[in-house]
Nanobody, 120 residues
Framework: VQLQASGGGLAQAGGSLRLSCAAS????????MGWYRQAPGKERELVAA???????NYADSVKGRFTISRDDAKNTMYLQMNSLKPEDTAVYYC???????????????WGQGTLVTVSS
C-alpha cells in the first residue's frame, strides 16, 4: 500500500491550491485520513482530518480557508486551500488508516509530502 500526495507548488498570497492524496495497492478500506504540514524549523502539525463517516476537523489557523474531502470510490483525499497566506508555506503530508485485503486491522500510512510555497 502506498499514499501518493500531489498538487503542491507555488502560489501567491490570496491564491488557491488543491492537494490530492491517493492510496494504491491492496486497499480494503480506509478509516481516518488527514493532512499534516511541517514548516522549516517547526514541528509537524495537523491541518485537517476526515473520518469515514465524513466528519471533519481543522486546525484553527485554517478554518474557513481550507476544506478537506474524500472520494472513497477512488481511495483519494483532497485538501482545497483558499486564501493562502505566506505562513501556510510548508511540506504537506497526508496520512491514512488503511486496512489491507486479508488483514483485520488498520495501519497508519504516510505519503511522501508535497511542498507548498506561498509568496507575499
Amino acid at each position: 500500500v502506498q499514499l501518493q500526495a500531489s498538487g503542491g507548488g507555488l502560489a501567491q498570497a490570496g491564491g488557491s491550491l488543491r492537494l490530492s492524496c491517493a492510496a494504491s495497492g491492496s486497499v480494503f478500506s480506509i478509516n481516518a485520513m488527514g493532512w499534516y504540514r511541517q514548516a522549516p524549523g517547526k514541528e509537524r502539525e495537523l491541518v485537517a482530518a476526515i473520518v469515514s463517516g465524513g466528519s471533519t476537523n481543522y486546525a484553527d489557523s485554517v478554518k474557513g480557508r481550507f476544506t478537506i474531502s474524500r472520494d472513497d470510490a477512488k481511495n483519494t483525499m483532497y485538501l482545497q486551500m483558499n486564501s493562502l497566506k505566506p505562513e501556510d508555506t510548508a511540506v504537506y503530508y497526508c496520512n491514512a488508516g488503511i486496512r489491507r485485503h486479508g488483514y483485520s486491522g488498520y495501519f497508519t500510512y504516510w505519503g511522501q509530502g508535497t511542498l507548498v510555497t506561498v509568496s507575499s
